[in-house]
C-alpha cells in the first residue's frame, strides 16, 4: 500500500464517486468546546463510504475478470457499495449477508441488483468461508471489505479529499477521527495524513466491547473482541484488525478512542438538529468521541468522519426520542 | 434586479455561505420516473438558503449603517439566517417571530445571537408594522425576507451554483422545481435560470390552501391566500407574493404546482431513506411535487431545492412513523 495507490483511486473514482462536504455547526462547536469539522460520507452514494472502496476495486480489475462478476461478504454498507458499484459497471454482484442485519441493509442491497445469499451468524457459519466458496465455484472474484488493497485505497480518496477541505477552511486540527470496524477506512486515510499532513494524527474510534483496534494499537499486535456484548454499531462491529490495515494504523494512528451507545445515539440527535444530516450509529461514533470526550482530543478543531447513514426509521426515533 | 446583482451577491458570499451538493438516488429516481436532482440547502448554514439572502443584504451594507444593527421578521429561517448573519459581522440583530413559530426555531435563532420579540398572529397584529416601528425608533436597518433586492440576490446564487453543477453532472432537465412563499429564493433563481440556462424553466411549489403563487401566475395579477387551512409548511405559509418578486416570477416562471401536507411528509421519510438529509415540511414540497406530481413536470431529468432543514423531533417523527 502506498499513496500512489489513493492518488490513482481518485483519477478512477472522480465523476463517479461524489465529493462530499465538510460540514459545522456553532452548536456542536460549543458543546466540543472547539471547533468540529464533520465529513459527511452519509451523502456518499449508497449512503456510506463504502461505494468508494468498491468502486476503485472494481474499476481495478481487468475486463474479462470485471464481467465474470464480484462477491463480497458484508453485514450491510459494503453490501451496497458492491452491488451499485458492479451494476454501474454493467456486472454482476453475489453479497453474502448475515441473517441479522439490518432489513433495510438486506433490502437495499437487492434492489441495488445484488444476489444476496444470507447466512446465519448465530450457528457461527463464516462468511469468508462461504464466500471464498460461491467465489471459487462461480468464478467470481472476492472484493473484501477491508483487507484488500485497491479497497484501502478507494477509501483513502476520503483522506485526500478532506485534508485538501480542511485547508480551504482554515482548519487548525490535531486529531482527525475515524469511525473504525475493519480499519479500511482508517489505515486509508492515514496513508493520505502521512503523505500530506504531518501535524494530523489519526484516530480510531469504536464501540464500547468492540475497541479491538484501540486494544490491538496499545498493544502493539492484534487483538480480538470476544462478542459478547451487544452493541448498536453494526457497521464497525468486526472481530479484529486486518492483517493488512493493522500494520498501516499501528505505525501512522494515534490512540484509539471508545464510546457507548449512548453516546452514538446524543451524537445522531445533534446530527439531525444541527447539521441536518442521518448518520448511523456505527458512523456516529467519531461525531460522539469530539463531542464527548474532549479531554482525550488534541488540537484547536476537530475534523471527524460521519462514515455511513443506513438507519432503520425505528432506530434512529429512538436517538430523537431519547436525545432529541 | 438584475443579473449582475446576484453575481455580486456571489462573490461576497465567497467563503461565508457553502457550495451545498446535487444529490440523486436511483430510488428516488424509481419513484418519480425521471432522474431527480436535489439541491441540498437544508446544509447550507442555519440549515436553510436564507443564510445566503441574509449575508448578501447585511454585506452590501456600509459600515455605519451596519454598526447600528438591523431587523428582521420572519417565522424562523430567514430570523436564524439574519442573526447569524449579524453575529459573523459584529453587529446585533432584533428578529420579529409569531409567538406560535416552531419553539426550535425561536430557541436557535437566540442562540445564535438574535433579541427575539415575539408577536401574536392570533391577534393580528402585523409582522411588518411591528417590524417598522422598532426600525424607526432604534435606528436598525430592516432586512425584509423577501421583497428586498439583495436578499433575492443572495437567494438567486443557489441558481447559479445549481446550473454549473447540473451541467457537470450532465443532468438533462426542463424544470427546476422551487419551494415558494414570498418568492425571495424563486425570483432569484429564475433571473439566474433565464441568464445562464434557456431550457430551465423555475416553477413554484407550494403547499394546498397556500397556492397564492400558482393563483398569482396563473391571473397575471397578485392574489392572496384566505389564511383559512392549516398548513405544517410553518416556512412558506405567506400571504400572498412579494411586489418585487411577483413581476419577476410572472416573467419568467411556468406554471405553479402544489402538493398536500401528506405529499411532503412522504418526501420527507424518503429523504431520510434515500439522502440521508433532514428537510422540513416546507422545504420538502419541490421533492414531493417531483415525487408525486410527475405528470404535471416536463423533462427526462427534474431539478428541486430542498430549501430548509428546520424541523422538531416530533414533527420528524410523524414523517418517519407514517412513512418511514
Known sequence: MNIE???????????????????????????????????????????????????????????DT???????????????????????????????MPRDAPKTKIENTRALGGEVILYDRANNESREI????????????????????????????????VIEQAQDLNVD????????????LTSGIALAAAAYSSKL??????????????????????????????????????PQPGDLTFPIMNKYCGPGLVVTDEECLRAMALAFSRLKLIIEPGGAVALAAALFHAGDIEGNDVIVVASGGNVDAATFHSALSRFG
Not at 173 to 184: M, Y
Request: glycine share 10%; proline share 3%.
Open 5 to 63: 495507490m489513493i492518488e490513482a483511486a481518485r483519477q478512477r473514482l472522480m465523476g463517479h464517486a461524489r465529493i462530499t462536504p465538510l460540514l459545522s455547526s456553532p452548536f456542536l462547536d460549543e458543546i466540543a468546546g472547539r471547533k468540529v469539522f464533520v465529513k459527511a460520507e452519509v451523502l456518499q452514494h449508497t449512503g456510506s463510504f463504502k461505494f468508494r472502496g468498491a468502486w476503485s476495486a472494481l474499476s481495478a480489475l481487468d475486463k
Open 66 to 96: 470485471l464481467k465474470k462478476g464480484v462477491i463480497a461478504y458484508s453485514s450491510g454498507n459494503h453490501a451496497q457499495g458492491v452491488a451499485f458499484a458492479a451494476r454501474k459497471h454493467k456486472t454482476s454482484a453475489v453479497i453474502v
Open 130 to 161: 462461504i464466500g471464498q466458496k460461491i467465489a471459487k465455484e462461480r468464478g467470481l472474484t472476492l472484493i473484501k471489505p477491508y483487507d484488500e488493497p485497491q479497497v484501502i485505497a478507494g477509501q483513502g480518496t476520503v483522506g485526500l479529499e
Open 173 to 184: 486540527a490535531k486529531n482527525l477521527l475515524v469511525c473504525c470496524g475493519g480499519g479500511g
Open 201 to 238: 494524527s489519526v484516530r480510531t474510534v469504536e464501540p464500547m466491547g468492540y475497541d479491538d483496534v484501540a486494544r490491538s494499537l496499545a498493544a502493539n499486535k492484534i487483538c480480538s473482541n470476544d462478542n459478547s456484548v451487544d452493541s448498536i454499531c453494526d457497521a464497525i462491529v468486526t
